[in-house]
């Protein structure tokens, strides 16, 4: 499959970058780069384009011969991005895209274009990055009627108030941070407006309700009125604040808005903190899903572009677990008997003199360092519950330890020893 | 397209009712039921079987030449479930199923026979009810390279964790009555044990990182060993105990296994309660993305059924919003402007006497009533932040309120009126 990639900035960069190293994913055939283009062929790039054909123009790129899909990383409603993705469709060309505005506002009209040149037109890229929440809803879901969509869809302000509540700062302050970090654009404009969640919220209404994307009707209202003494009151009272996306189906037809809420605190939207977006999807029969992940950057947008890439094989039948049996080599291989990791440790002691110092001499032994010990009273049957988190050891370690305490201090029923999972 | 349905226990009767009423839904085509099996012909059933053709055999049905797809939703590794569905692709037929023991354990061997019959073999509906996982990992992570899953599985065990927690009873007391509310089987051991969720997670880790599934080499352990003891002192501790199910990528092949681990509270996996699953999904570009929603019930797996089933209408070029253009007629239209909900009020009152008992009294007249109210300290302005949470009231109640508040006691700076979404 030939792509031609227009726009090189970080997803454009990112997604070359996975295309190079194809052979770790699970494509179901071999993706070539044909040909790139955007607006500086010298511009200092993380990836060599050099290999690549080049091209001044994306409307040029778009119609050529040897481009099977056409990839749109270029942004903005109008204009070029616009011109280059008809000429594509125009041309019988599938695409795919990352542009937000440019669906939210046009998509309609493309979608008919694709739909009469009998070509694809995918765009999950679009719709909170890595999330593959497009094609969730498009086709996972087509077999339930959905209800409510509800979402956090701009890591900018998810993570400026986020950062304002948790640090107790200003709105200004935390954004020119932001800025500076380069966790914000220049121009935030789109982002604290509420704008950038309203054009995702407009696209994944359309495809919930099966409704005529009418761009105009979405009403918006953004981050940039919310102080900390909104969010520090809100919070005192078991809320937080978060703009939200919604669209939801009326009597009247599709309602889509972004503004800012109030979420009592256990809210399943009120606890996704910094720059996640995540998406909570209401419909009959299939009750309430809600899918959380990075919602923009080079990696997780490379990786949904290259997802709808992926799909342009169009294989007639798609192997049951995704590839063919004969690529299925991986073996299945039984978990290592001795694994590194901090361990929770319960045991229970007789309630006698010595026997904690037994447990903790065991340890010590075994080079097992004690993170958290808490014993509790000794109970009627004169056993003493005690639980241990251990810092990162060799389970082997523990369970020589364990056997050291059998000798020592008979422990009363069979400890407990559990992993402890790293936080994430 | 023509189905035949096997098995018309909860899943299978909410299929049935699916189909019947599918104008609602996003089908790409007409679903008709050609055929029906299952144990008993005259149990009583939520729906009416008697339109539909009756197999006593579901094996005769999958081979029946008046279905295009053969639905399996009877249950079971081996036995009649297998038979039928062997005899299905055999015949030629697509196959969709619910059944993560004949997928964990005979899946290669099925998507082989798919492969040289070029027919679908769909299993969604297998893993995770209806969260949409198995169509996440084969698809639309096609362009990331997977290193790890990690995931709540069964929902049961969360379930009864959960509850022991919460109210703090032993295991038994908990799953006794589970078993009375219909929650947890009448045996429950494929469930408590793990081996349900050691099935599901099988089949995402032979997806996820294309490997040669081998349920034998699933090392499994159950929930049924941990006590509430455990619990409580994992989380006076700041910790969780969850049964979690894992497949991750290491140098020798990839390692699955089920069993209790402990998280940090703020672990996304810790916060998971009832009887959800989850499933986090961790890959390179891709970051990491966590699914969550129903695990099981009739509802959910229908849905995941039936959004097998819509793929199986297979149009050359899938529309853009999932719909041909002419099917979008629903209109976006703008948001009442009167909501009935709780309401956020937060205004600086000046710091003089009486000023908080105007704005009481302003929303007295409006027929506002307050859940809660807090007002701190005047600032160095000589203004008070008072913030009001609302019974649920129209917002045009609100607004008339502020307007009375203005003439009595003109608040500083504009008042900030946010929506309260309620809890869920």
């Known amino acids: 499959m030939k792509i031609g990639i227009?726009?090189?900035?970080?997803?454009?960069?990112?997604?070359i970058e996975l295309v190079e190293r194809q052979q770790n994913l699970r494509l179901p055939g071999e993706v070539q780069i044909t040909g790139v283009s955007a607006r500086s062929q010298s511009r200092n790039r993380p990836v060599d384009i050099s290999p690549y054909r080049w091209f001044d123009d994306a409307a040029t790129l778009a119609e050529d011969p040897d481009v099977d899909v056409f990839v749109e990383l270029m942004g903005g409603s109008d204009g070029p991005a616009k011109f280059a993705v008809e000429t594509a469709l125009k041309a019988g060309k599938h695409?795919?895209?990352?542009?937000?505005?440019?669906?939210?506002?046009?998509?309609?009209?493309?979608?008919?274009?694709?739909?009469?040149?009998?070509?694809?037109?995918?765009?999950?890229?679009?719709?909170?990055?890595?999330?593959?929440?497009?094609?969730?809803?498009?086709?996972?879901?087509?077999?339930t009627e959905v209800k409510r969509i509800t979402g956090i869809l701009n890591g900018t302000c998810n993570y400026l108030t986020?950062?304002?509540?948790?640090?107790?700062?200003?709105?200004?302050?935390?954004?020119?941070?932001?800025?500076?970090?380069?966790?914000?654009?220049?121009?935030?404009?789109?982002?604290?407006s509420g704008m950038d969640a309203a054009h995702k919220a407009a696209i994944l209404s359309a495809i919930a309700f099966s409704a005529d994307l009418d761009f105009s009707k979405v009403s918006v209202s953004g981050i940039d009125k919310v102080s900390l003494l909104d969010l520090r009151l809100a919070d005192r009272l078991g809320y937080r604040i978060k703009l939200i996306a919604e669209g939801v189906l009326t009597d009247e037809g599709v309602v889509c808005r972004v503004e800012p809420l109030v979420l009592p605190a256990s809210h399943p939207l009120a606890r996704v903190n910094g720059s996640l977006n995540t998406v909570r999807i209401e419909g009959d029969p299939v009750g309430a899903i809600t899918l959380t992940g990075p919602g923009a950057g080079a990696g997780p947008t490379a990786s949904a572009v290259m997802g709808d890439v992926a799909k342009m094989f169009r294989p007639a039948i798609r192997p049951a677990f995704g590839r063919a049996a004969h690529h299925m080599g991986r073996p299945f291989v039984q978990g290592a008997p001795t694994e590194v990791a901090p361990f929770f440790l319960r045991v229970y002691l007789p309630d006698q003199p010595g026997a904690l110092a037994a447990l903790t001499e065991a340890l010590a032994k075994e080079g097992v360092s004690v993170d958290k010990l808490l014993q509790e009273s000794g109970e009627e049957s004169g056993a003493a519950p005690v639980v241990i988190v251990t810092h990162r050891c060799p389970r082997s370690n523990m369970q020589a330890a364990l056997e050291r305490l059998e000798k020592i201090a008979k422990p009363i029923d069979a400890p407990r020893l559990i992993r402890i999972e790293a936080a994430s």
Chains 1, 2 share one sequence.
Do not use: W
């Open 6 to 15: 227009a726009g090189l900035g970080h997803v454009g960069c990112g997604l």
């Open 95 to 143: 695409v795919v895209t990352a542009n937000k505005a440019l669906i939210a506002k046009h998509g309609m009209a493309l979608a008919r274009l694709a739909e009469e040149k009998q070509v694809d037109l995918l765009f999950e890229a679009a719709v909170a990055g890595g999330i593959p929440v497009v094609r969730v809803l498009r086709d996972s879901l087509a077999g």
């Open 162 to 192: 986020t950062v304002m509540l948790e640090q107790g700062r200003e709105y200004d302050d935390v954004l020119a941070e932001a800025q500076r970090l380069g966790y914000a654009e220049a121009d935030p404009t789109l982002d604290v």
